[in-house]
């Protein structure tokens, strides 16, 4: 069992910063790939960013240049450094283990204008 926990949500003004964090507990030592995701309202959860314990980063084309994925291994906490942050990230942000399917609960973003 694998239980994952955000925070760091929050209200922002356009082109303020935020930083998420996650925390996992449980049956974690095998996993490789870690991330954010994210899920707006009326539409589809989507990817924000992946990182392996390799260190290998995916990140969505939206957010490239902005955001910021990183890992400690040693407290078991995945990040996401938002900035520059725009009115269309406005969503509930995602933690994900996604090969196992364990998603957290999430942390609400929201960007006003």
């Known amino acids: 069992q694998v239980q994952l926990v955000e925070s760091g949500g929050g209200l922002v003004q356009a082109g303020g910063s935020l930083k998420l964090s996650c925390t996992a507990s449980?049956?974690?030592?095998?996993?490789?790939?870690m991330g954010w995701y994210r899920q707006a309202p009326g539409k589809q959860r989507e990817l924000v960013a992946t990182i392996s314990s390799g260190g290998t980063i995916v990140y969505a084309d939206s957010v490239k240049c902005r955001f910021t994925i990183s890992r400690d291994n040693a407290k078991n906490t995945v990040y996401l450094q938002m900035n520059s942050l725009k009115p269309e990230d406005t969503a509930v942000y995602y933690c994900a283990a996604p090969v196992r399917r364990v998603w957290g609960q999430g942390t609400l973003v929201t960007v006003s204008s």
């Open positions: 449980g049956t974690i030592f095998s996993i490789n790939v």
